[in-house]
């Protein structure tokens, strides 16, 4: 494993996605994978994601520069560390992403976000919204 951080370092830069066992709480941990986010190599990068998002005590980065392609499952696997990440108040970054895995990415979280939380759209009719709009401004200048 190559790491170019030391223990003390507030970030772990790491180039393989294996985390060391033992690794103290960092407050970033970037993980650089390399080549096809498909197939085996998609588990095997969801269990160091898990881990980096738990171990890191702020961020994780997830430096997609030397990916070539990424699959639907690691799609998949952006957006539950996403979900991980809220609910351990971490943040996840995700840097060098491509258009194409940043569009299924958005599609994936809406996808999943619907079927937690049910379709998501707008409560009003534009009308009603301009109504309300215009009753504010008249009571602002009464």
């Given at each position: 494993m190559k790491t170019?951080?030391?223990?003390?370092?507030?970030?772990a830069y790491r180039y393989n996605v294996?985390?060391?066992?033992?690794?103290?709480?960092?407050?970033?941990?970037?993980?650089?994978?390399?080549?096809?986010?498909c197939g085996i190599a998609v588990l095997d990068f969801q269990t160091v994601l898990e881990q980096a998002i738990e171990t890191a005590s702020e961020k994780v980065v997830v430096?997609?520069?030397?990916?070539?392609?990424?699959?639907?499952?690691?799609?998949?696997?952006?957006?539950?560390?996403?979900?991980?990440a809220a609910v351990l108040g971490k943040s996840l970054i995700f840097y060098a992403m491509?258009?194409?895995?940043?569009?299924?990415?958005?599609?994936?979280?809406?996808?999943?976000?619907?079927?937690?939380?049910g379709?998501?759209?707008?409560?009003?009719e534009g009308e009603f919204e301009q109504f309300f709009g215009s009753e504010l401004v008249r009571s602002l200048n009464s």
């Open positions: 170019a951080s030391t223990p003390n370092s507030p970030v294996k985390l060391c066992s033992g690794t103290t709480a960092l407050n970033t941990i970037v993980l650089q994978p390399k080549g096809c986010l430096d997609l520069e030397q990916v070539e392609t990424v699959s639907l499952d690691g799609i998949a696997v952006f957006a539950s560390g996403l979900e991980l491509d258009l194409a895995s940043r569009k299924s990415l958005k599609a994936e979280c809406s996808r999943s976000r619907e079927i937690s939380f379709p998501w759209g707008d409560l009003f």
